[in-house]
């Protein structure tokens, strides 16, 4: 019975592997072809994975929640949650902290897919943050979209 376990882990193990480079890949050249066509510089920066939520913040002008720098404030804040939650005992105290990172991603992905797909935005959000490997997939589909002006 551990063997038929083993083979049975390994293959789900290695599809699970290969489900999730493709959506990596996918996510990737989505951010990359976005920048690169709005002009933001070292678009080649969407390959590094932490980076891309800085070309997220670039994407979405530079601004998230009414807070400026969304740049900056996209890539730190899950660097931030993660040493504040290392110093927590209080599993209440860390779901918040992790909720708010949360809410600060929500609010960029939702103005990106407003800016590319605004008919389509909450949609996408819901759906994503349900599965998230949903989020890479959407931001590979809108690649092409035209940019939509919206307010800040």
């Given amino acids: 019975m551990g063997f038929i376990s083993?083979?049975?882990?390994?293959?789900?193990?290695?599809?699970?592997?290969i489900f999730s480079v493709i959506l990596y890949i996918l996510t990737a050249f989505g951010l990359y072809t976005l920048s690169k066509r709005d002009g933001i510089p070292h678009a080649w920066i969407a390959w590094?994975?932490?980076?891309?939520?800085?070309?997220?913040?670039?994407?979405?002008?530079?601004?998230?929640l009414g807070l400026n720098n969304a740049k900056w404030i996209l890539v730190l804040a899950p660097i931030v949650a993660g040493i504040i939650c290392s110093f927590l005992?209080?599993?209440?105290?860390?779901?918040?902290?992790?909720?708010?990172?949360?809410i600060l991603e929500a609010s960029a992905y939702y103005k990106l897919f407003m800016i590319y797909k605004p008919e389509r935005a909450m949609l996408y959000l819901i759906t994503g943050f349900i599965i998230t490997p949903l989020l890479g997939l959407y931001t590979f589909l809108i690649r092409n979209n035209p940019r939509h002006q919206i307010a800040n």
């Fill in 6 to 17: 083993f083979i049975f882990s390994t293959i789900f193990g290695i599809i699970g592997f």
């Fill in 48 to 64: 590094i994975p932490i980076c891309q939520l800085y070309l997220i913040g670039a994407l979405i002008n530079d601004k998230v």
């Fill in 89 to 102: 005992n209080s599993d209440l105290m860390i779901g918040i902290v992790q909720l708010l990172v949360y």
